[in-house]
């Protein structure tokens, strides 16, 4: 079965503060697609990373990094410095073979609260 | 960038009636359209596959005859929803990949908030 969580429901930081997020995820298939999208509050998903298993370099994007670790199915997402701006929900999302080749399978989302 | 819309934004409309979406891919091609179903402050739940020029695949416990999809082209996938009840009231939000790029990936439209009067 494939399952991602995030086990985070919430989370409220103060501006310039770093925050991670954190995405965990169960397959059992050796090839998948691993991925994070933004949610402001207008709604619209925003893509943000998408990794696949065979590359585990961490990754950076300006204030956005991500920690991909096979050895413990995580895939945590880093905002350094956050800003107000920064406030919305994260989803992490999973998508594998065996799943459906197109199908994503997210998680329950974490919503941050970044305060001025 | 590969672009995604979704109309209406927002529609309200009385139980009984039906309502229509329309998420189109406004500058690539894609064959396989998603529909995703988001209740507040929940995840993003897949409903059904929509597969262009033949019938869509629904997810376990979605009623295809309440949830209508008609994908009649390349660019454009309609969500229907019939007879509808304040229960269909949610967030829905369609996606697709460019069928010409395997790397693409999915990019959602900006969802159509529903509310069932």
């Known amino acids: 079965a494939q399952k991602v969580t995030q086990a985070q429901t919430e989370i409220s930081v103060v501006e310039k503060e770093d925050v991670t997020l954190d995405c965990v995820y169960e397959t059992r298939d050796t090839t998948y697609y691993l991925f994070w999208y933004k949610q402001p509050p207008s709604g619209e998903l925003v893509f943000l990373i998408r990794r696949n298993s065979f590359d585990e370099q961490n990754e950076i994007s300006g204030r956005y990094s991500w920690n991909f670790q096979k050895s413990t199915s995580s895939f945590n997402f880093t905002i350094t410095a956050s800003q107000v701006v920064d406030s919305a929900v994260y989803f992490c999302a999973l998508r594998t073979i065996s799943g459906g080749y197109n199908k994503l399978i997210f998680g329950a989302g974490t919503r941050l609260a970044v305060h001025p | 960038g590969a672009v995604v819309s979704q109309h209406p934004s927002w529609v309200i409309c009385k139980s009984g009636t039906s309502v229509k979406i329309e998420c189109r891919s406004l500058?690539?091609?894609?064959?396989?359209m998603f529909w995703y179903r988001q209740f507040p402050k929940q995840s993003l739940m897949l409903m059904a596959t929509?597969?262009?020029?033949?019938?869509?695949?629904?997810e376990q416990g979605v009623e295809k005859d309440k949830f209508l999809i008609n994908h009649a082209s390349l660019t454009l996938s309609t969500l229907t929803v019939t007879s509808a009840h304040p229960e269909d009231s949610s967030f829905y939000i369609c996606s697709a990949r460019d069928s010409g790029d395997s790397n693409s990936p999915l990019h959602f439209g900006n969802g159509t908030r529903l509310t069932v009067t």
């Open positions: 500058d690539f091609q894609a064959t396989t």
């Open positions: 929509s597969n262009e020029g033949s019938k869509a695949t629904y």
